[in-house]
């Protein structure tokens, strides 16, 4: 198995795992996630949450986000894409709802952070469908770095995304996940989602993770963690 997930990772940059978490455990998250929110949201500290459903930083606020970055179902996947020294770098959630329903824009992540090359891990608090907002790839484009246009929207928060004249629309794969389901990509692969038309929530938890070896410059955002 293990093989087969660094095949397909090098082949299409991205490797989709279904049910890898339990939905008990999902469930915890998202109820652990309001707390964070809250009480950060009370020191005034949650402003873009509001506006975006996005929050940085779970793991350097509770324990259980702790336990999540390096859960051993998580570290075996990593370890056979990334190798032994996967190290955690920060995490976040994405909070689509009824109120915040917009679609993310076509992009690459690496365009976010530069430096070494980065995995990402999408894991799904809700069943993600095409009609409440799952993702949308574009396999083996994570092979080359395209040039990404500067776009300020403050609903969006995607100030870096890719001219809709870059896409092929006919190669894009969507990638409905049941809760629990992780998807692991490459920060070249280029992703989107769709919008949130379905009135219901499609909450994500997003990780991001590198190769320890791998040389980078300071990264402020980051609370490394070793994947062991």
Excluded at 8 to 18: A, F, H, N, P
Excluded at 45 to 64: I, T, W
Excluded at 123 to 148: F, K, Q, W, Y
Excluded at 195 to 204: E, I, L, P, T
């Amino acid at each position: 198995m293990k093989e087969a997930w660094a095949r397909q990772y090098e082949q299409d940059g991205y490797v989709v795992i279904q049910g890898l978490f339990g939905e008990d455990e999902m469930k915890a998250c998202k109820e652990e996630i309001r707390r964070i929110v809250e009480r950060k949201d009370g020191a005034g500290k949650a402003d873009g949450y509001a506006m975006h459903g996005v929050f940085v930083g779970l793991a350097k606020e509770s324990e259980l986000f702790r336990r999540m970055a390096v859960d051993t179902r998580l570290a075996e996947v990593l370890k056979a894409i990334i190798g032994e020294q996967a190290l955690f770098l920060s995490d976040k959630v994405v909070a689509k709802d009824a109120k915040k329903d917009f679609a993310s824009p076509w992009h690459q992540d690496w365009m976010y952070w530069e430096g070494s090359h980065k995995l990402s891990v999408w894991i799904a608090l809700d069943e993600a469908t095409p009609e409440n907002g799952c993702l949308r790839m574009i396999p083996g484009s994570h092979r080359t770095a395209v040039s990404h246009a500067l776009h300020i929207d403050s609903r969006e928060s995607f100030a870096s995304r890719l001219r809709p004249e870059d896409i092929d629309e006919s190669k894009v794969v969507a990638i409905p996940a049941k809760v629990g389901t992780a998807v692991f990509f490459h920060d070249l692969t280029i992703h989107a989602s769709y919008s949130n038309v379905s009135g219901k929530d499609r909450w994500a938890l997003i990780s991001t993770y590198k190769d320890a070896a791998d040389p980078d410059p300071d990264l402020p955002w980051a609370y490394p963690i070793p994947v062991v």
